[in-house]
């Protein structure tokens, strides 16, 4: 079973700076488990390079990244 299969809530994260991303990314490795949210795709939303889409199994999760980074 993948990711794919359970990270089913989508949450719109832009990127705003390098500096921002990082810190983003550091957030979730302590916040979130890692088998609970799906930032490997990397598409653009909407054709904007700066958004992108992180998918998580628990709205919880969900909720408290969009809180913080949306």
């Keep these: 079973m993948s990711k794919a299969d359970y990270c ?3 949450v719109v994260y832009t990127r705003q700076s390098v500096q921002h991303h990082e ?3 550091q957030w979730l490795v302590e ?3 890692p088998e609970c ?3 490997e795709d990397w598409r653009a939303v909407d054709h904007n ?3 992108r889409r992180i998918w998580f199994s ?3 999760d969900a ?3 969009a809180l913080r980074w949306s």
């Design 8 to 10: 089913i809530i989508p």
């Design 23 to 25: 810190d983003m990314r």
């Design 31 to 33: 916040n979130v488990d």
């Design 37 to 39: 949210y799906d930032a």
């Design 49 to 51: 390079w700066r958004q």
């Design 58 to 60: 628990h709205e919880q």
């Design 63 to 65: 909720v408290m990244f």
